[in-house]
Nanobody, 127 residues
């Protein structure tokens, strides 16, 4: 099994930046499809970005050009660099892994393929 732990959420002003980290333990996370998802109060969990075994990213339209997903295999860590933050980016952010696939991502922005989840880290953007 893979355990995932997010960190470095927090508060930012609109237009500001935050960088989320997700440290994996128990397995080499870079072998799997990895993703970031977010959920606002009362809302559904939405896909933000994914990155596959080859390092190819996919982004939701709402974050394209502002967010960057990356991974550091040596540190077994997934990142989400968030720039140009907007109040509508306010949500709980989760990292996730698809442990049963061959490392490629399918079905984005659905979260159905993912079977390992972190506890989440809150991001709040004020106007």
């Amino acid at each position: 099994q893979v355990q995932l732990q997010e960190s470095w959420g927090g508060s930012a002003q609109a237009g500001g930046s935050l960088r989320l980290s997700c440290v994996a333990s128990g397995h080499t996370a870079s072998r799997f499809c990895l993703g970031w998802f977010r959920q606002s109060p009362g809302g559904e969990r939405d896909g933000v970005a994914t990155i596959d075994i080859e390092g190819d990213p996919v982004y939701a339209d709402s974050v394209q050009g502002r967010f960057t997903i990356s991974k550091d295999s040596a540190k077994n860590t997934l990142y989400l660099e968030m720039n140009g933050l907007k109040p509508e980016d306010t949500a709980m952010y989760y990292c996730a892994a698809d442990l049963t696939g061959a490392g490629f991502c399918f079905g984005f922005p659905s979260d159905r393929e993912y079977n390992a989840w972190g506890q989440g880290t809150q991001v709040t953007v004020s106007s």
